[in-house]
């Protein structure tokens, strides 16, 4: 099979056919999509019908899959460990309340961020397998955010610039009304400073590195000014120009890279099925500064 790699915008998204997910790939096969993963941030490998096991053997051979830390809401398959439940359908098929804990904690992915960036070394990538899509909304968009750091205005640049900001797990029970996690569920994932501008391992480029549902805290600011940079620069982030838009069809699997993009999914409605199933790349070296 010959692979060929399409752009779907300018910015950043590519879609990779010539790829069978079930398969090992062959060394120019995996540098191939490695090539096209670092150039376009995102891609899309269409028509891949692959089992759970299949999902998490493609994953290892980009890196060592991450195994969810938390397990009191069952957002971590009770199957296979290494597969995080992006679904509003339990692991016995019913469809979930958007009351429920479970649900209001995915509702965060609403709101623009990065996975696992609350890690002291946060994700490289993230693999997620669209197996019942949604129609009424449910699209993933993402952002490039070497795009974003270049184009920063001087009054946000000299915000962010030789800055830290902490991420925190514990910040999303906050944002979506949840109990607060258990002292044990706390120390086990404790707040980590990262750099507003980081440096990636691979492309060597610059990225602004920012997230709306882990950010707590910014360097050298209160509170209030804190949030009032997360979300200007989340604002100035979030343009059409910077951004692609996942229209799912059943089994595309997405994978991103977690160190120079933002996503966030758009509201369904939750009477709709929408299951998905994501594998998450651990991160090789800690956040570089810029
Ligand atoms: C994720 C996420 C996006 C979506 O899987 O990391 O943020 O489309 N979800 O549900
Ligand atoms: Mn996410």
């Known amino acids: 099979m010959t692979i060929t790699v399409k752009a779907r915008h300018p910015a950043l998204g590519a879609e990779i056919r010539g790829i069978d997910m079930r398969q090992p790939l062959d060394a120019a096969a995996l540098q191939a999509v490695t090539d096209a993963w670092m150039k376009h941030l995102v891609v899309v490998f269409p028509g891949q019908h692959v089992t759970d096991h299949e999902h998490v053997a493609f994953t290892r051979q980009l890196g060592e899959p991450e195994i969810f830390h938390q397990t009191s809401l069952h957002l971590r398959s009770d199957a296979v460990r290494e597969i995080f439940l992006v679904s509003n359908v339990d692991q016995d098929g019913r469809l979930m309340q958007p009351s429920a804990p479970s649900q209001k904690q995915l509702s965060s992915s609403q709101m623009w961020h990065t996975d696992s960036s609350y890690r002291p070394i946060p994700s490289d990538g993230s693999l997620l397998h669209g197996i019942e899509i949604s129609r009424t909304g449910g699209i993933t968009q993402f952002i490039n955010m070497y795009m974003v750091h270049d184009d920063l205005p ?125 594998t998450t790349i651990v991160g090789h070296e800690p956040v570089l500064a810029g």
């Not at 991420?167 to 029970?173: A, G, R, V, Y």
């Open 154 to 278: 001087d009054s946000l640049r000299r915000q962010v610039e030789g800055r830290r900001a902490r991420h925190d797990f514990s910040m999303l029970h906050t944002l979506v009304g949840n109990p607060p996690p258990s002292a044990a569920e706390r120390a086990a994932m404790p707040p980590v400073w990262h750099p507003m501008i980081r440096r990636h391992p691979v492309t060597g480029r610059k990225s602004l590195y920012i997230s709306s549902i882990y950010n707590d805290a910014v360097e050298g600011l209160d509170d209030a000014a804190a949030r009032r940079l997360i979300a200007d620069l989340t604002e100035f982030a979030a343009q059409p120009k910077y951004m692609y838009r996942h229209e799912w069809e059943p089994d595309d699997v997405l994978m991103w890279d977690n160190r120079c993009t933002l996503h966030a999914v758009t509201p369904h409605d939750p009477g709709e099925r929408r299951v998905m199933h994501r």
